[in-house]
Nanobody, 127 residues
Framework: QVQLVESGGGLVQAGGSLRLSCAAS????????MGWFRQAPGKEREFVAA????????YCADSVKGRFTISRDNAKNTVYLEMNSLKPEDTAVYYC????????????????????WGQGTQVTVSS
């Protein structure tokens, strides 16, 4: 049974930083893609970033490129989302997700193609 547990959310002022963590268990994740999505009230869930666990290749949405960084720690089976220069529009519930059947290369940005999800962690950025 795959379990994803997010942590690290909170309230921060605009321009501040947060680091989200996603602790993964229940499988060997070396062949999978791990992603971060976010959902603001009244909006659809949107792709933020993803990482191919085996190669470490990373992908970020244009809206966060240069500000957010995704990484993983193999020994801890944990994926991180380092968020800098936060803006009020980054306010959302952030979800970690696992794609157990990724393609040969790249990542998918479509939420429905991810198989497992964490419970989410709230990030609120005040202006």
């Amino acid at each position: 049974q795959v379990q994803l547990v997010e942590s690290g959310g909170g309230l921060v002022q605009a321009g501040g930083s947060l680091r989200l963590s996603c602790a993964a268990s229940g499988r060997t994740f070396s062949r999978y893609v791990m992603g971060w999505f976010r959902q603001a009230p009244g909006k659809e869930r949107e792709f933020v970033a993803a990482i191919r666990w085996s190669s470490g290749s990373t992908y970020c949405a244009d809206s966060v490129k240069g500000r957010f960084t995704i990484s993983r720690d193999n020994a801890k089976n944990t994926v991180y989302l380092e968020m800098n220069s936060l803006k009020p529009e980054d306010t959302a519930v952030y979800y970690c997700a696992a794609d157990l059947t990724p393609g040969i290369a790249g990542v998918t940005t479509k939420a429905y193609e991810y198989d497992y999800w964490g419970q989410g962690t709230q990030v609120t950025v005040s202006s």
